[in-house]
């Protein structure tokens, strides 16, 4: 059985990597993760705000002078809380390419075009294969336009894209008004590779102490759906590499990610929750599934149930929503 597949251009023994998450500070954890069988590693972010405040504490020091708001500072995590400072992180970065074989991508976090995009190049110096953007972006402003938020996502994009030699893959929301257009935009921009989707985490209100709560949910397998669908729809077109992100836990997720069209998928969740040990679970399943269903290779499954190859395509359209509303019955 032949679960080899290519990502970013990377060759890799399998679709199963571990995304974005505190695994990768945890280099014995890492090793355990390689040796289950984890075919490539993302490091969890490095954040836009990370950088800036770095760069701002230098120049405080630099010019002598004090911070004339202090209290804008308390909108972001204070600098000690962030798992790993910027100096830190390349430093982990290099102690990773050290002890793993597998494929190391880096992450960087960020939202507007500005200085924290130069840290791609020290990344990339650092020794990373592939660079994962998360262009996680919350609209608040109601004077900034849908048009003026992708241009300036696109910009970073291109400027992370010329900055550096090695593939970067875009981790973009599903709220995008027309999410099939914008991965279009982002290969052109010179993007090798996308990760549906990212995350919108969403907080919580305290009723007793009337404040608004930050909350992190570890997700489930009815996540996956919005991401099967949207693979579906983009996979027929797309001439980047495609990831699947959010929602894998079982090995029927991994054979439907395929199945939509997915190059690889990125478990964190069920890492979080079941161990190393989770990864060959996920591939012993997929070897069952793929022998079941005389399957030799993933490229023969891989978008087999995608819009453009679907037995039936109206199940992605208009018409199945249709299908779908009037079946209900009281």
């Known amino acids: 059985m032949n679960l080899a597949t290519t990502y970013l251009g990377l060759p890799l023994r399998n679709p199963i990597i571990v995304g974005a998450s505190p695994c990768c500070d945890d280099l014995a954890l890492c090793r355990r993760l390689e040796d289950a069988g984890a075919a490539a590693l993302v490091m969890h972010s490095l954040f836009e705000e990370q950088v800036d405040f770095e760069e701002d504490a230098r120049h405080r020091l630099i010019d002598g002078i004090g911070e004339s708001h202090s209290e804008a500072a308390d909108y972001f995590p204070h600098y000690e809380d962030y798992a790993l400072p910027p100096e830190l992180y390349v430093r982990q970065l290099v102690r990773l390419k050290a002890t793993l074989s597998i494929p190391v991508i880096a992450s960087l976090n960020g939202h507007r075009p ?165 990864v060959t679970e996920l591939l012993s399943g997929l070897e069952a599934w793929m022998d079941d269903h005389a399957y030799g290779n993933l490229d023969q499954l891989r978008g087999a149930l995608n819009l453009a190859r679907c037995p039936s395509p109206t199940a992605h359209e208009r018409a199945n929503y249709l299908n779908v509303i009037q079946s209900w019955r009281v």
Not at 145 to 155: C, G, K, P, R, V
Not at 165 to 189: D, G
Request: net charge negative; no cysteine; glycine share 6%.
């Open 114 to 278: 500005g200085g924290w995009i130069d840290y791609a190049r020290r990344l990339e110096s650092a020794g990373a294969d592939a660079l994962e953007l998360n262009l996680y972006s919350l609209p608040t402003d109601p004077t900034v336009d849908a048009e003026a938020i992708e241009s300036d996502q696109l910009f970073i994009v291109s400027e992370v894209v010329r900055s550096v030699r090695i593939p970067v893959a875009v981790k973009i929301s599903p709220w995008l008004t027309a999410p099939a257009h914008f991965l279009r935009q982002v290969e052109a921009a010179g993007a090798k590779g996308a990760v549906l989707f990212n995350r919108l985490y969403q907080p919580d209100f305290n009723l007793e102490d009337l404040e608004v709560h930050p909350q992190l949910r570890l997700s489930d397998s009815s996540e996956l759906l919005l991401r099967l669908r949207w693979l579906s729809i983009v996979s027929p077109h797309a001439r980047a590499s495609l990831a699947a992100s959010g929602g894998v836990h079982t090995p029927a997720d991994v054979v439907k990610a395929l199945l939509a069209g997915a190059h690889a998928v990125q478990i964190v969740s069920a890492v979080l929750r079941h161990g190393p040990m989770v």
